[in-house]
């Protein structure tokens, strides 16, 4: 989320997360779930250009089919922000360039809520506190603050308990099938794994603790699924609630060679991760 100009335009970078691990613990009061997990970024990225225009009409276009205004997180972070300040109604267009894949586990959506708070920010309230800003994110979903807080970081509670965590710097194969799984699906179903042990902060990642509560979920449905991932390489996980899987290595050469065995059927990208994004 780079800006890169600041006048009546304003064109913003809003990158993707990938999740190193992700254990979710119990339910909570409130219908959430407590969860454990450490996220870092990787340099796939949408862009949103926004116009701020002397009109009361918001305008949300794309190269891809969005969703209406009442459930697209840019448009509700528009007016979350509106509602919050007291301003009187903006006039703003955004267009919004995709290259996130949509309903992966990477946070494009959650990215693009915050790119816009950030924007709005920027033009109407500069001084803002970065915590009212994250109070402002949790406000939108449980995945975007951490893209407003724009860094790696081990996120505790619903994932709006930040702590800086430094990931070193790799390269990421992302394998995407053609499935989409809901998240009501997934949290529902009686093949979720839930952690009772907490992990420390401090804890060395392996296998055995790189691991995604909702993989089990995912390749319950999708047996064939998982022998053909596992087919590739043991290590590849799940991110967040997919349907993207990541293969981390520092070798970027075994990561192209791998890619070349994958189906034609599954979306791919080779990326780098990133443990700052502004």
């Not at 409130?30 to 949408?46: E, I, P």
């Not at 290595?249 to 791919?268: F, G, M, P, Q, R």
Request: charged share 25%; hydrophobic share 40%; glycine share 6%.
């Amino acid at each position: 989320m780079n800006r890169k100009n600041m006048q009546e335009q304003a064109i913003y970078n809003s990158y993707a997360k990938i999740n190193l691990f992700l254990h979710i613990l119990n339910k909570r009061n409130d219908g959430y779930h407590n969860l454990q997990t450490w996220f870092t970024f990787v340099d796939l990225k949408d862009q949103l250009t926004f116009d701020f225009t002397s009109s009361d009409k918001i305008s949300i276009t794309s190269n891809v089919a969005i969703s209406s205004k009442e459930d697209n997180l840019v448009y509700k972070a528009i007016r979350l922000f509106q509602a919050e300040y007291n301003l009187a109604s903006v006039g703003v267009d955004v267009f919004v360039e995709k290259n996130i894949p949509m309903g992966a586990g990477l946070g494009g959506g959650s990215s693009n809520a915050a790119t816009t708070l950030i924007a709005m920010r920027d033009y109407y309230r500069p001084n803002l506190a970065n915590a009212d800003m994250l109070h402002l994110g949790a406000k939108l979903g449980a995945d975007v603050p951490i893209f407003l807080y724009g860094r790696s970081a081990w996120a505790e509670g619903i994932g709006d308990i930040l702590h800086d965590k430094d990931f070193k710097e790799a390269y990421a194969l992302l394998l995407k099938p053609d499935i989409h799984i809901s998240t009501k699906e997934f949290f529902t179903s009686k093949e979720l794994v839930k952690h009772t042990t907490l992990l420390s902060r401090e804890a060395s990642l392996d296998r055995t603790t790189m691991s995604n509560s909702f993989e089990q979920v995912f390749y319950s449905l999708y047996p064939e699924f998982k022998e053909y991932i596992t087919s590739l390489d043991k290590n590849i996980i799940m991110t967040g609630t997919g349907s993207c899987f990541y293969l981390l290595s520092d070798d970027k050469t075994y990561l192209e060679e791998v890619a070349t065995k994958i189906d034609k059927s599954l979306d791919k990208w080779i990326v780098k991760t990133l443990n700052y994004v502004y």
